[in-house]
């Protein structure tokens, strides 16, 4: 099949561009509609492995350690990031707890072990059967990790309850954080268009 | 960063062009014997022009949402029971009952979230589908622009149904103080979700198409 690699058509309305080389820190729009189109990106792989890593490693302390404590009359509650998931379960809403279970922990484990993957096995010269459909999946799995979300909706939590007990802000709290930070520049520094260009 | 050609805007299509969905590689449109489906010559991935039967899937996508919607807004969302007292709350409730208690920062972020939001959705997903079901020339690039805005705000909907998991996990010391999930948060999750997926079937390139079907004409 005959392609053109050095042309780029706006996924939003379709216009025709040859790409150019941009300054770092640029970003190429769409002429016609505004969408951006691809930015200059340095060292991927190197990039995203490094980030990858810090992401794994905060995601465990973020799953290991306490989220939030709560005090009432000397009753103590500690809740981890999961245990949202599992009352849920036991209160009868399995969509519930699957939705919050898939955009709060699965999406972005999920990113994390393919980031670690992908990276891994390029910066080693390896391309197993199975790297093409992983980076493609990576893709999918973005709009579906929603942590920004959970972390504003435990702030919420956290002023909707202050008035009636003692909340403490455990270490899972700090380290789930830092993941939303790490793990967003891994996925901005995972630049797909390089990634292709080096798997073909 | 230019077109091609300066005076004439070219697109994928009229260069008889696709781009994968996947990967962006732009590969050259052939014909294809029935029952066979071209693949990404670079990422392996199905190749369509445009996304497959974009507008009926969104359709049925926000119809089904709409009907979500009702039951997300009339059904209690969560019960808060305090000293063996239960107060269920339906989303518009405890809006208004964080607006009562002076709350008005966090009333206003749920009432944006979890009200505008969902609304905003549905009823601009719609209305861009009616404009390119009905050939509209009207702004295509405020359309677009209006689009991108849907997609990036609409993640923003499913703070209550954190909100929620949080209390859940954080408040149950039995009679005393406890929180559990409702229907209406069920359903509401629901609309989240399908609205979603109605802003990832959508294809803003049909809003062009109808355009550059014009210009040509």
Not at chain 1, 119 to 136: A, D, E, I, N, Q
Not at chain 2, 121 to 144: G, I, N, Q, Y
Request: hydrophobic residues 55%; proline residues 6%; positive net charge.
């Amino acid at each position: 099949m005959v392609t053109s690699p050095d042309l780029i058509a706006c996924l939003d309305c379709d216009l025709l561009h040859r790409s150019v080389v941009l300054p770092s820190g640029g970003v190429a729009r769409c002429q016609r509609c505004g969408a951006p189109l691809y930015r200059p990106s340095k060292d991927v792989l190197e990039r995203s492995l490094a980030l990858a890593c810090a992401s794994a490693i905060l995601f465990l302390v973020a799953n290991a350690f306490p989220f939030l404590d709560f005090e009432v009359g000397g009753q103590v509650q500690t809740c981890h990031l999961l245990t949202g998931v599992t009352t849920l379960m036991e209160q009868g809403f399995p969509f519930l707890a699957f939705t919050v279970l898939l955009t709060s922990l699965l999406a972005p484990a999920a990113m994390i072990t393919s980031l670690l993957l992908v990276s891994g096995l390029l910066l080693t010269h390896r391309r197993p059967s199975f790297l093409k459909p992983l980076v493609r999946f990576l893709d999918r799995l973005k709009p579906w990790s929603m942590m920004e979300v959970y972390l504003l909706g435990a702030i919420v939590s956290v002023v909707k309850l202050m008035s009636m007990a003692d909340i403490r802000v455990g270490l899972g709290s700090w380290a789930f954080v830092g993941l939303i930070l790490t793990l967003t520049a891994a996925v901005a520094a995972f630049d797909p268009a390089a990634v292709w260009d080096e798997l073909s | 960063m230019t077109p091609p050609d300066k005076s004439v805007a070219l697109t994928a299509t009229d260069a008889g062009l696709v781009t994968c969905h996947d990967c962006r590689l732009t590969a050259r449109r052939r014909t294809i014997p029935r029952g066979y489906a071209a693949h990404c010559p670079r990422c392996d991935a199905l190749l369509h022009a445009r996304r497959t039967n974009s507008l009926s899937r969104t359709w049925a996508l926000l119809i089904a949402a709409a009907i979500c919607y009702v039951p997300a807004n009339t059904l209690p969302v969560s019960t808060f029971t305090w000293l063996g007292r239960g107060n269920p709350d339906t989303i518009i409730s405890s809006v208004k009952a964080l607006f009562a208690d002076g709350d008005a920062p966090i009333a206003l972020l749920l009432f944006f979230a979890s009200i505008c939001v969902p609304v905003m959705k549905l009823v601009l997903l719609s209305w861009l589908a009616a404009t390119v079901h009905f050939r509209s020339l009207w702004r295509p690039r405020d359309r677009t622009v209006i689009f991108r805005l849907v997609e990036v705000i609409g993640r923003w909907s499913m703070l209550d149904v954190f909100v929620i998991s949080i209390l859940v996990a954080l408040v149950k010391l039995g009679a005393m103080a406890k929180v559990e999930a409702g229907p209406g948060a069920v359903a509401f999750c629901a609309v989240v979700v399908l609205t979603m997926f109605a802003a990832r079937t959508f294809d803003p390139r049909l809003i062009w198409d109808v355009v550059d079907q014009e210009n040509s004409a």
